[in-house]
């Protein structure tokens, strides 16, 4: 099976997210597709899967047009789709959720046994090593996607898509899951992978398309294109890929968390006796897989999250029981893991948003009014400073692309004097232009002086910016390692919980 | 699936809000703030034709269309008439406009703040009965009196408007159950007070307070005119201090621009230092103050005394003016206006053409109706999806 788009172009109001774009999928092949965020991969992968509607172009299969209306000819048709954030009900077995719209039956009720025996062979033909009858809630991400994928493996697709799909793995499950990639390759069907990062895209694609502003700007043989050509041709200019800094110079303990442990409502543990310590003038990267406890030990050092025991502090002022104000006001700078959810107003404007978090100080306001003048006068000088793309300072920041949302904040956050900066995710769903720019920003700060405290998910950043790498694992700290004395198989499997070095210390 | 939405991409590939509410500055942003109550005004008078055919039913069945295109141009002529045509029709549009606009500005101020505000009819009863109180018991001197029973009503207003603040804020009680409740409790509490020694007036068994004195009644507007039938009083330029004051707060103020981060996404406004238990009590300490102003201008300005139902619908009329008015200061006094001048013109068309008043009533039902159907709009009157995607959702409303 060949599928093509040709001459696809799909304008929303004030943008036209796939301008004039070509593209063909063929049987056996995997294709990468790659583009920074905004670049248009979404709204075309959506547009292939019947979800929107070209406004130009058309989608051929083996040469013969098709009109997909809706996801369901597009099903039909035999394209499947694995979405970065799963569709499955985790109180559903997994044969359940499999069968999920196509259930076979047995006069009125559900023919468990058949459904099972269909997730059975499926999982036995791709090694995807399925429990027709676990629930999806008690399992481990890895195995969600691969419920995903035999979904999509039993309605018959042709050609699969794949949406970011290393995004919520481990390294190991990375390797688990292009192994499957592999498999399914093997077996005759067309692979499409869109990501954004590079060297996933160059391990396992037989072709790289990119996207550019909505237009294909370039397809890459990837035996002949490296890692740095592809970031240039995403780009549209040269990017370093490696963060510039020199050896840390670590001064005095700065932040000190001490035993601290958190829980949620239902009282379940979110961070379990947590010990560390964060020095002036180092980097310390925090890594492990998502849900491991980082959000919550993030949000209880800065105050938004109750402590229920242990201690926090920065230079010796103690900030267990500080209010985000407080934390604030003891020089510690906080860019927030999810810029939509708390980072930024998206309704108010750049100059508003670029004093969210120090409206209240002298410098901005006097009495109870605000003083808009200095506001305007202080986002004129940061948007300058730190290369904010943005039509004015007017403009309201739900607008910006990922990248400038994210340096609206880092201006804010960064440009005053600082003892302590903890960015989490600091460069989630920015593209590679905005990465470069901030990580030298946070390199910055540690130069400077101040402590730095780096919580990311990819383990590529960490390993990237850290001087020291602290593994979270279930909430508790299971590697406290030098970032030079260590690499990323080995930070791999502290965050997969295979080692754990409180274990080997005691042992 | 179709391609109406907007998308969702771009121009970046995560969806710009994860919990898909819209924020304020989306529903305000200037075309939108502009063309959609103009254009629901002007679908509210096209379907208000059809009402004036059918309120005409005899032309109707003889077929006397011209007839019926007489009466439909002469009520519409009438409202601009009876609303803005001499001194008569400016001060009943000014008696119409005074409650609605600082009831309006009580539901815009909490609209800003994310939350919705229905007590307005209680925070203006409860309001209105602690200014005329101070009204009757009192016989001067008026500079004293005046500000006093004034003071009084907006005290009131607060005291009623906190509650529901306090219950969200420490209790997570819902605003609009709790101010609807509120709304029943403070009715009840007027009809009692009404009955009791306190306020009933001498030789009445009827719930009526006694009379405002002289010297506590609010001065007219136009009396400098000495026509006595200008009932019009300051109240108004109270109103008119009130929108002021709302714009100042929410433009000028760290308040205000902590309220609008409130309002437009609490998870920053708490990430940012701020307290929205504090904003969303102090929210609504505002909204009480505005609406016991509201009462207060009534009972001591229009009414002269209190009975059961002095405060009407104003309350909930108030919310369709914030709507209206996009919560914003000039809006809502705009807002205000329009829908006095509507109840101001309506009797005048009621007079002279014999629609009944109540078109006012479906009119304004109407403007409200579009307002909150963009997408009805937008269907149409074909316009982008850009100027009508965004619907008066409320942050506070599900939350």
Partial sequence: MELELRGITKRFPGVVANDNVN????????????????????????????????????????????????????????????????????????????????????GLSLDRAKAAAEVERISDEYSLGLEPDALIENL??????????????????????????????????????????????????????????????????????????GQTVGEADPSEIDEVGLAELMVGRPVQLVVDKSPAEPGA????????????????????????????????????????????????????????????????????????????LAAVAHVPEDRQRSGL?????????????????????????????RVRENARELVEQYDVRTPSIDTSAGTLSGGNQQKVIVARELSRDLRLVIASQPTRGVDVGSIEYIHAQVVAARDEGAAVMVVSTELDEVMALADRVIVLYRGRVVADLDRDATNHNEVGLYMAGALDQNEQASA | ?????????????????????????????????????????????????????????????????????????????????????????????????????????????????????????????????????????????????????????????????????????????????????????????????????????????????????????????????????????????????????????IEKTKLGFEIRAEGANSNAAQYAGMKPAFLIITSFAVAGGFAGLAG???????????????????????IAVALLGRSTPVGTVLAALLFGALQAGGQRMQVETGVPVDLVLILRALIILFIAAPLLMKAIWRISAKGASSGPSFGGWGS
């Fill in chain 1, 23 to 106: 593209l063909t999928i063929r049987s056996g092949e995997v294709l990468a597709l790659v583009g920074e965020n905004g670049a248009g991969k979404s709204t075309l992968m959506n547009i292939l899967y019947g979800l929107y509607h070209a406004d130009e172009g058309d989608i051929y299969i083996d040469g013969t047009p098709v009109k997909f209306e809706t996801s369901g000819d597009a099903i039909a048709a035999g394209i499947g789709m694995v979405h970065q954030h799963f569709m499955l009900v985790p109180v559903f077995t997994v044969a359940e959720n499999v069968v999920l719209g196509i259930e076979p039956t047995r």
């Fill in chain 1, 140 to 213: 481990p991400v890895g195995i969600q996607q691969r419920v995903e994928i035999s979904k999509v493996l039993l309605r018959d697709a042709e050609i699969v898509v794949f949406d970011e799909p290393t995004a919520v793995l481990t390294p190991q499950e990375i390797d688990d899951f292009f192994r499957i990639v592999e498999a399914l390759k093997a077996s005759g069907r067309g692979i499409v992978f869109i990501t954004h990062k590079l060297t996933e895209a160059l391990r396992v694609a037989d072709r790289i398309s990119v996207l550019r502003r």
């Fill in chain 1, 253 to 328: 303990s700065t932040l000190q968390v001490n035993d601290l442990h958190v829980v949620d409502a239902s009282g379940r543990t979110l961070v379990d006796h947590t010990t560390f310590d964060v020095r002036a003038g180092e980097i310390v990267g925090i890594a492990g897989v998502q849900g491991n406890g980082q959000t919550e030990l993030v949000e209880a050092i800065t105050g938004l999250r109750e402590i229920l025991s242990g201690t926090v502090s920065v230079d010796g002022i103690d900030l267990t029981d500080a209010s985000p104000r407080d934390v604030h």
């Fill in chain 2, 1 to 249: 699936m179709t391609d109406v939405q907007s998308p969702p991409d771009a121009p970046t590939d995560s969806p710009s809000d994860p919990n898909g509410k819209r924020g304020l500055r989306d529903r305000i942003d200037t075309t939108n703030a502009i063309t959609l109550p103009l254009l629901a005004f002007i679908s509210a008078l096209v379907i208000g034709t059809i009402v004036i055919a059918f309120s005409d039913i005899d032309k109707l069945q003889d077929g006397d269309f011209g007839g019926i295109l007489t009466t439909i141009k002469d009520a519409y002529l009438a409202l601009p008439d009876g609303a803005f045509n001499g001194w008569r029709p400016i001060n009943e549009t000014i008696v119409s406009t005074t409650p609605l606009l600082l009831a309006g500005l009580a539901v815009a101020i909490t609209f800003r703040a994310g939350l919705f505000n229905i007590g307005g009819t209680g925070q203006m009863l409860v309001g209105g009965m602690c200014s005329v109180y101070v009204g009757f018991s009192m016989n001067g001197p008026s500079i004293i009196q005046i500000p006093l029973a004034v003071g009084a009503g907006m005290l009131g207003g607060i005291i009623w408007g906190i509650i529901p603040g306090i219950l969200k804020a420490r209790a997570g009680v819902h605003e609009v159950i709790s101010t609807i409740m509120l709304n029943f409790i403070a009715g009840s509490l007027v009809l009692y007070f009404l009955k009791t020694d306190l306020f009933v007036r001498e030789g009445r068994s009827d719930p009526i307070s006694k009379l405002v004195t002289p010297e506590g009644t609010l001065p007219k507007l136009f009396a400098f005119l000495d026509r006595p039938e200008l009932r019009a009083h300051i109240g108004f330029l109270f109103a008119l201090a009130a929108a002021f004051f709302f714009w100042w707060l």
């Fill in chain 2, 296 to 318: 207060a201008s009534e009972v001591l300005g229009t009414q002269g005394r209190a009975t059961q139902g002095f405060a009407g619908d104003i309350g909930f009329d108030a």
């Fill in chain 1, 345 to 373: 107003v998206s309704e108010f404007s750049v100059a508003e948003n670029l004093v969210l978090t120090r409206y209240h100080s002298d410098e901005f306001s006097s009495g109870v009014t605000m003083n808009w003048s």
